[in-house]
Nanobody, 124 residues
Framework: QVQLVESGGGLVQAGGSLRLSCAASGGTFSSRAMGWFRQAPGKERESVASVIWSGGSTYYADSVKGRFTISRDNVKKALYLQMSSLKPEDTAVYYC?????????????????WGQGTQVTVSS
């Protein structure tokens, strides 16, 4: 059974940075696309970023392009999200997600497993 555990969330001032981590256990991490999603209060869960199995290609939501960087370490079975120039509108619970295949994890219906989420709060 796959388990995804996020860490690194917290409270940060606008303009600051945070690095989220996701530790995976079970399953075949290195052969799956991985992604980060977020959900703000009263809003639907939305895709933030995704990376294919090898780390060779990445995809970002327009709202975070140029500010967030997704990366992975297949040896450590870990996924990361480096967030910079944070804005109050980035405030949300951030979820790690494992895709059903090796190249796509940008849509909710392409996700096989979810982490429990980590809260990110950006103050103005």
């Amino acid at each position: 059974q796959v388990q995804l555990v996020e860490s690194g969330g917290g409270l940060v001032q606008a303009g600051g940075s945070l690095r989220l981590s996701c530790a995976a256990s079970g399953g075949t991490f290195s052969s799956r696309a991985m992604g980060w999603f977020r959900q703000a209060p009263g809003k639907e869960r939305e895709s933030v970023a995704s990376v294919i199995w090898s780390g060779g290609s990445t995809y970002y939501a327009d709202s975070v392009k140029g500010r967030f960087t997704i990366s992975r370490d297949n040896v450590k079975k870990a996924l990361y999200l480096q967030m910079s120039s944070l804005k109050p509108e980035d405030t949300a619970v951030y979820y790690c997600a494992m895709g059903r295949n090796s190249v796509s994890a940008m849509r909710k219906d392409a996700v096989d497993y979810w982490g429990q989420g980590t809260q990110v709060t950006v103050s103005s």
